[in-house]
């Protein structure tokens, strides 16, 4: 099984997906989109992927100014869902996959950042994909945007701040995520301290106008649920490529 991922900044690392892989015994690369401004160059035959992951970034996916390579991007994401390959999407990648199908992202409601319950739709819990989620779980959020469910694809999960958590495409081929699973508490330090540095901290968590973030602190808590998102993750990924 060949793996390849695509991601956007140093600081949002593949994670788990990296020990599944590994575990597995799947060959897995990664194009790092941030080393090549246009990201034409740089990416891979999707004749050669079997799984493509792609990854979050705090840019946006109508950035297409700021950010040139996204338009190379999604054709990419494109041409890998045609040739029909699995590809999973994980916040901005989630995001990415439903503007590349057609669907619309836009700024959310509410800006939801911490360890908060996600629930899978009743679609969701007749997914194969899914059959070992809970109904209800905690998983970590970090997102201003949201998606819509793009045309032909199914609403697999939501939670109270965010009406569409997970989407499925082509019988459950295509995966989109707005929630992580792939963070292990050394990535989520190492993009916690990113953040900090460049001052992207809410000043005023759980208030009237951020009610669904949470104290930047809080998100390494002795408790967080990292192995559990992982286990699911590893799940997910097994059902993705036995398909």
Known sequence: MRV??????????????????ESRGHQITGTLIYEDPTGAGALPSPVGVDLLVVMGGPMNVYEHDKYPWLSAEKR??????????AVLGVCLGGQLIADALGGVVHKAKFEEIGWYPVELTEEGRQMEVFAHFPDRFTSLQWHGDAFSIPPGATRAAFSEAT????????????????????ETRETLGELLQVARGRGDVCADP???????VSPIDDLLAPDAPFEACGELLFGLLDRMVMR
């Open 4 to 21: 390849h991922y695509l991601q956007h900044v140093p600081y949002e690392r593949v994670g788990w997906i990296q020990d599944w892989a």
């Open 76 to 85: 990419f994401i494109r041409a890998c869902i045609a040739r029909g390959k």
């Open 206 to 212: 759980g208030s009237t106008e951020h009610p669904w």
């Open 163 to 182: 009406p569409n958590q997970a989407f499925t495409y082509d019988d459950a081929r295509v995966v989109g995520l707005q929630f992580h699973l792939e």
